[in-house]
């Protein structure tokens, strides 16, 4: 049943993400482009004919679909910096605009980061910012091009349509250069033909209220119109139906599109049905503007719910409490970088709502339409912030794209229930773009959004994190809180948290957390704790994210194991559950992601604090957060990614379970080891732990977890070595696995006498000649060809073609090792 509802959720989204488009007549034209990764000399160059009559012409374009992003693989390509400049798209066209009079326009759902567009040798637009929505009239290019003799004799009566996109570096450009993550460059997003009549609705905003207890509910309705050339009136049909898509009202109203904005309605809406995380209903607004035959609809998804942020207390959704349960994500994954697919966004929200996840911060960018959609229809809260990040504060062309974004994003999203709260920016305290780092200049411009925010949206609070001198211009504030991480110990963070709490009105804790390589795991993996002073804060500071110098910190001195953040996480969740005052916290972040400057982290130039990998497999940390965060009756066993555990003869070992079941019984080698009962404050795994006396070689695991008559279990097998290691020597290359044309290949790292080292961190370098290729520059622990070895091994996947491929891996001080594969 649970995933039956989440496929009718995805089913219903599908559908009603094609019938809210903006006018009746809009198309995707994402199929067949032409690309280039360079600048060209000019305009013309993407336009002059080719092919017979001008064989040599050059650069040479190659065919791509949309969305598209230039930095799909060097993103995280460890040998070389991330592309930063000029890539170039082009089309021909069929426009067959079928109004009388109409407008021909492109919608640009996101492009990074500067935009130029062109018709045929005509700009007809320039965009500055890669994360917006946007659009472009391109009716007078277009009918001046068709015009053009040149039109039907070489382009066949299609309109030729050219972009260039730019994420050059750019010091008055947000987001600033210095953030943790790669300003993308591509129409990494889609786009679309729109055709609408010559008078049209633009954008319908809707301002919905409820009381705390939900009895009453008002919907304020209004819209913006296209303006033409003429005094014309339009009949405004406007249709409420409740979430089982029943009439709740209609009526309409004649306006005049002389009047750029209107009021269209005032509804009152008795005992409304509430939308929240565990039931997402939403309400269907549908209105249709008509002017003799021609008419255009536009369908938005709303959603009545009451919140409030008690002053120095918790979160009230519909006037309950609600430990608001929180992650993050980034537009980026493995093989596409920015342009992730819809079915790609939808299985990564999925996977945060199958984790138990009620809100979410998105960093630090307005997200695609597809992420907040999805967080209406799944019931996830949002936080949604501008890429006012790091840097400083720039000139007033920065300042005026702030300003614009600002603008652009609560209208574009104003209506979406999920919405609570409207982020200014992140880390601003951050100097370093610009001479001069001027606070009290920050504080004005941070005053300024918060005004402007508020002026566009009174009805959600804004934001910021880690800009201490800028805490209480805000409504709501996150400071830095790294404990366990970059500072301090993680059994500080309950104290530092509301030491902080106490300073601000309202608090909310967003980026804790701390990076582990996917499968590299320890069996004591608190031991560099030991090195760490406490009484210094728990902050984040200049230089902590560096894996060399500076104080003792687990950033630097720590293993990077899943173990270790396995820990980290499960204490605060603990902790979480008995701060009465707390109103949430949202890990950073939920995915991998990538980022320049991290170059030297295990997976080189990945952030690598996700849950999840950048691919979406599921790290241990997965199973922590829902044993706590879900109802679903669920079951895990520690360590299905850890093959091999080491230690002493008869030495007793955790075996730990995360599970939300009010009991677990342990079999180990088909013997019950006891059942214990799931105690939230016993620290870990909510005791759900046994002390084990594994045999050398392979052993059984079982867990049978019970909630009443409900019972889940988990399986696994791990071998145990007892045999000591001395430092690695040679290395081991093989196929461990085959499916279709994919090989995963396996190198070990062995000492003279042929014993894995287990606790082997070496980096590895993977290679491959012949007739196949490496699956590389994917940002994962499995999908790099420079990688840290994690517990003595190393994986790589190569694609074969038919024929002999040699795949090779290399480490300092040791041969290289071969292995031929057909």
Known sequence: MFRLKYCLLYTHFFISFFLTARSQETRRIDKSWEFLKSDLGGIWEAVRPVGKGNPEA??????????????????????????????????????DNPYQNGRTRLHFEGVGQKTEVYVYTTKVAEHIGGYDEWVVDITDAVKTFTANPICEKQFHGQVPIIVRADNSRDLEMIPSDLSDFNLYGGIYRHLNLQYIPQAS???VFTKVSVDPQGKEGSLHISARFLRDDGSRNLKVDIRLLDPQGEQVAQFEKEVSTQ????????????????????????YKLIVTAKTGMDSCTVEEKIGFRHFEFKKKGPFYLNGERLLLRGTHRHEDHASVGAAMTDSMILKEMQL???MGVNFIRLGHYQQSRVVLNACDSLGMLVWEEIPWCRGGLGGEQYQAQARQMLTNMIEQHYNHPSIIIWGLGNENDWPGDFSVFDKEKIRAFMKELNDLSHRLDPSRKTAI??????KDIVDVYSPSIWAGWYRGLYTDYKQASEEEMKKVNHFLHVEWGGDSHARRHAENPDKALAKITTGDGVDERAGDASLYGGAARVSKDGDWSESYICNLIDWHLKEQENMPWLTGTAYWPFKDFSTPVRPDNPVPYVNQKGVVERNLNKKEAYYVFQSYWVKKPMVHIYGHTWPTRWGEPNEEKMIKVYSNAEEVELFVNGKSMGIKKRNVQDFPAAGLRWMVRLREGENHFKAVAKNGKEMVSDELRQNYLTAKWDKPVRMNLQEVDREGDIVTLQADLLDAKGVLCLDAQNWLHFSAVGDGSLI???????????????????????????????????????????????
Request: glycine fraction near 6%; include cysteine; charge should be positive.
């Open 58 to 95: 050059v650069p040479i374009w190659q065919q791509v679909d949309l969305p598209h992003c230039f930095n799909a693989t060097d993103g995280v390509d460890p040998d070389v910096n991330y592309y930063q400049g000029p890539g170039w798209y082009r089309k021909n066209i069929k426009v």
């Open 201 to 203: 609705i633009d954008r």
């Open 259 to 282: 009047i750029k904005e209107i009021d269209l309605a005032c509804l009152n809406v008795k005992k409304p049905i509430l939308w929240s995380p565990a039931q997402p209903s939403l």
């Open 352 to 354: 945060m709502k199958e």
């Open 465 to 470: 994190r880690r800009c201490d001198f800028c």
């Open 776 to 822: 590389d520059n994917q940002g994962t622990s499995d999908g790099s060809r420079k990688v840290q070895a994690y517990n003595g091994r190393a994986m790589i996947k190569v694609r074969l073609a038919k024929g002999k491929c040699v795949a090779s891996v290399q480490s300092e001080g040791m041969e290289t090792t071969f292995v031929n594969l057909q």
